[in-house]
């Protein structure tokens, strides 16, 4: 059986893989989306972090049974054209919860205490105090989060060190577990914009979600309210958003963008990233040692069971 790795893994999930009895394996972290339908003739088992997996690649693979998404989201992936070839797609959700969780609540502190504006000044030789010695805080305010599933719990561990209040709202949320979270349940998405000082978003790109931030949305939201995406950019109504920083005075913290390339290091440009009241980070939420490790020994796992001919963990199309 012959597993390509078509991305960055951590070294040891790397040798947990070359384990498995019976197995080839071929670590190349350096191809990219249009190089794949080159490399999958033989290939078994595909291993993706950010690296998407087309229609074309997936019918240029005769021998796959299995792509494996080490992350939570399978949004890179043509899970359609997979299902209808017979290939199965599974992903690795949980593992790098608690990562996403301390890069968003890193970009809630940087847009509050506006920290890389701070750096950049010192770097380039001034002191600024008058400038950078205004901030509201965060202790005593509300910070409500769109989303409440593994990442959104690990945020309310997260912001009890800080003292707010935590409004959280999803499809299957109740006032009961809202109050065994320590939170309280908003039923309106829009009553959770109105009375957050800041919002973080945690929800999955689906159908359903894309474009669930929109124009009512942020216009709902208090002006100079912080917004956290450590989701998909997708989820977003990304114009709307820029109008909202520039008319409102909303800051945002980023860890996601529109269109975003797709290769370790390239060129970006895009009207978001060139708004002061942006602070943005490369999509590297999931990017710590402990995450990749813990992702990637889930990654191997779900290939073990694939290879073993047992149910396939996390499957996302198992019809």
């Known amino acids: 059986?012959?597993?390509?790795l078509a991305d960055k893994m951590h070294p040891q999930a790397i040798e947990a893989f070359k384990s498995l009895p019976g197995t080839q394996v071929?670590?190349?972290?350096?191809?990219?989306?249009?190089?794949?339908?080159?490399?999958?003739?033989?290939?078994?088992?595909l291993v993706v972090r950010s690296t998407k997996v087309t229609r074309a690649a997936l019918e240029a693979a005769s021998n796959l049974g299995l792509v494996i998404r080490a992350g939570s989201g399978v949004n890179t992936i043509d899970v359609a054209a997979a299902t209808e070839r017979g290939v199965r797609v599974a992903n690795t959700p949980g593992t790098n919860s608690a990562a996403v969780a301390e890069v968003a609540m890193g970009l809630l502190l940087s847009a509050d205490r506006r920290i890389p504006d701070n750096v950049h000044e010192l770097r380039q030789g001034r002191w600024n105090k008058k400038e950078f010695g205004k901030a509201q805080?965060?202790?005593?305010?509300?910070?409500?989060?769109?989303g409440?599933?593994?990442i959104g719990r690990e945020m309310i561990q997260r912001l009890r060190g800080f003292d707010v209040q935590?409004?959280?709202?999803?499809?299957?949320?109740?006032?009961?577990k809202a109050q065994a979270l320590g939170a309280e349940h908003c039923t309106d998405l829009l009553e959770l914009a109105r009375r957050s000082d800041a919002v973080s978003i945690h929800?999955?790109?689906?159908?359903?979600?894309?474009?669930?931030?929109?124009?009512?949305?942020?216009?709902?939201?208090?002006?100079?309210?912080?917004?956290?995406?450590?989701?998909?950019?997708?989820?977003?109504?990304?114009?709307?958003?820029?109008r909202a920083m520039e008319e409102k005075g909303l800051r945002a913290g980023l860890d996601v963008f529109p269109s975003e390339p797709t290769t370790g290091q390239a060129e970006y440009d895009h009207p978001l990233i060139k708004n002061p009241n942006c602070y943005g980070t490369h999509h590297i939420g999931a990017s710590t040692d402990q995450a990749e490790y813990e992702t990637g020994l889930e990654a191997v796992r779900v290939a073990q069971a694939f290879l073993a001919k047992e149910q396939v963990p996390n499957c996302v199309n198992p019809a």
């Not at 059986?1 to 390509?4: D, N, P, R, V």
């Not at 805080?137 to 769109?146: I, S």
Request: glycine letters at 10%.
């Open 203 to 242: 929800v999955a790109l689906t159908a359903e979600t894309r474009g669930l931030v929109g124009a009512e949305f942020l216009a709902a939201m208090k002006p100079g309210t912080i917004l956290i995406n450590t989701a998909r950019a997708e989820v977003v109504d990304t114009e709307a958003l820029i």
């Open 1 to 4: 059986m012959h597993i390509l």
């Open 26 to 45: 071929s670590n190349r972290p350096e191809l990219g989306a249009e190089d794949l339908p080159a490399h999958l003739e033989d290939v078994n088992v």
């Open 166 to 176: 935590v409004l959280v709202w999803s499809r299957s949320m109740t006032p009961e």
């Open 148 to 150: 409440v599933g593994q």
């Open 137 to 146: 805080g965060l202790k005593g305010r509300t910070v409500g989060l769109v």
